[in-house]
């Protein structure tokens, strides 16, 4: 005869009590440190403390220890005197696509193939992926970034998205291309979509990021700030005229623990690797192709045709014309080449803004095609509507400023 209910329950309590020995809970210093990093008001300074931190060792290390204090050195003072010396002809054409200009005195403003080309590639963008991906790492295998998911949630819902698109977000400051493909941690397509679209347009890679440093760095803080805003507006926009829903985060958070230094080691050389196969070909490729369209008068036509829409509308020169060609092979090497046409000040952050947002480079374009096609054409749609929207607002800014 089946037991009633009751009984069954009290039996139950019976054997546990016998069988079931409780322990003491002790908090340890990584409980504590959990609970303080996902509560709103400790959480929130930990985070501006943590990605400060970030910003300053990624600033420090790539541009002043390492590209000042040993790059620029070794390809200005040894690199570019050899190849000048060993070039022939250098009023020929094959001089001018691979050293550059036979009077330059450093290898930035040389802009040849085997001068700007590499300087830029090995000298200023490898030791910012570096530094960055190695912070990055530290961050992801020490259970920090769950974490700072849970704490961005709500910021992420006010534009469709969850906390854990912090991670595309950060994926993204390193290289966009693996950002894209993270967007598929977020549940919907809707979410997909928004996250894929912003991250081509608002989000700059370590590469771009370095490059800003060593080249205008007075600007970069006013660069972050526009493409911030513009992250905020137009996700904005993009929640309320696409269908879809905004489900909420499901995430596990692991407790704090040190990382594994051979993990961290062996993710460091995978992404660097990845950097050197995929960019560095693009960027040397990209000097080659915009030197040819100098040469043909292309570039020049270009700057001439657009002239109306460049210096109007958005309120630079006509001459950035050549820098947006740029940007669709490498956005670094886009803004390296702004830092070679005099600008205003205020010109200068306007220019970095659109190369920025005016269209993702080769690798990124190839990865969201991967994504479906459909949605490569309606980002790009979104794309050119930024661009047109946000150039102008930020001239618009400028002018009522009067520093445009």
Not at 119 to 140: K, W
Not at 339 to 346: E, F, G, L, N, R
Request: proline share 6%; charged share 15%; hydrophobic share 55%.
């Amino acid at each position: 005869m089946a037991l009633p209910v009751q009984e069954r329950w009290d039996l139950v309590d019976a054997i546990a009590r016998k069988t079931v020995t409780a322990g003491v809970y002790r908090q340890n210093l990584g409980d504590v440190l959990g609970d303080l990093t996902v509560r709103p008001l400790t959480g929130i300074s930990v985070a501006v403390a943590v990605l400060y931190a970030f910003w300053s060792i990624f600033s420090s290390f790539a541009g002043a220890l390492v590209t000042d204090g040993f790059m620029v050195k070794a390809f200005d003072n040894y690199w570019l005197p050899w190849l000048q010396e060993v070039w022939p002809d250098p009023a020929s054409i094959h001089y001018f696509l691979f050293v550059g200009d036979p009077l330059a005195e450093n290898c930035f403003e040389a802009f040849g193939m085997l001068t700007s080309g590499l300087f830029v590639s090995i000298g200023v963008v490898l030791p910012a992926v570096l530094i960055f991906y190695l912070m990055m790492t530290v961050l992801e295998d020490s259970g920090y970034l769950p974490r700072l998911a849970v704490l961005m949630d709500t910021v992420f819902h006010r534009i469709g998205l969850h906390g854990y698109a912090i991670v595309p977000v950060i994926l993204g400051l390193g290289c966009n291309a693996p950002a894209v493909t993270a967007t598929r941690v977020l549940e919907t397509r809707k979410q997909r979509f928004i996250m894929m679209t912003l991250l081509a347009i608002f989000i700059p890679c370590g590469a771009q990021l370095g490059v800003m440093l060593e080249v205008i760095p007075d600007a970069v803080g006013w660069v972050m700030l526009f493409l911030l805003i513009g992250f905020g507006i137009f996700g904005f926009i993009l929640d309320r005229i696409i269908p879809g829903s905004n489900p909420e985060i499901l995430i596990d958070v692991p407790p704090y623990h040190w990382p594994l230094w051979e993990n961290v080691a062996k993710k460091l050389m995978n992404r660097t690797k990845s950097f050197l196969k995929d960019a560095v070909p693009f960027v040397l490729f990209g000097v080659l192709v915009v030197n040819v369209l100098y040469l043909a008068g292309i570039i020049g036509a270009l700057a001439d045709l657009f002239e109306p829409l460049f210096v109007t509308w958005f309120g630079v020169p006509k001459e950035t014309v050549g820098p947006l060609i740029a940007a669709f092979l490498r956005k670094d090497l886009a803004v390296a080449q702004l830092s070679a046409i005099a600008m205003t000040p205020y010109q200068m952050i306007t220019a970095v803004v659109l190369v920025s947002i005016y269209f993702p480079c080769v690798a990124t374009f190839v990865v969201m095609l991967r994504e479906g096609w459909k949605e490569l054409a309606a980002a790009v749609a979104v794309l050119v509507a930024t661009v047109f929207i946000y150039g102008g607002l930020i001239h618009a800014v400028g002018i009522l400023m009067g520093v445009a």
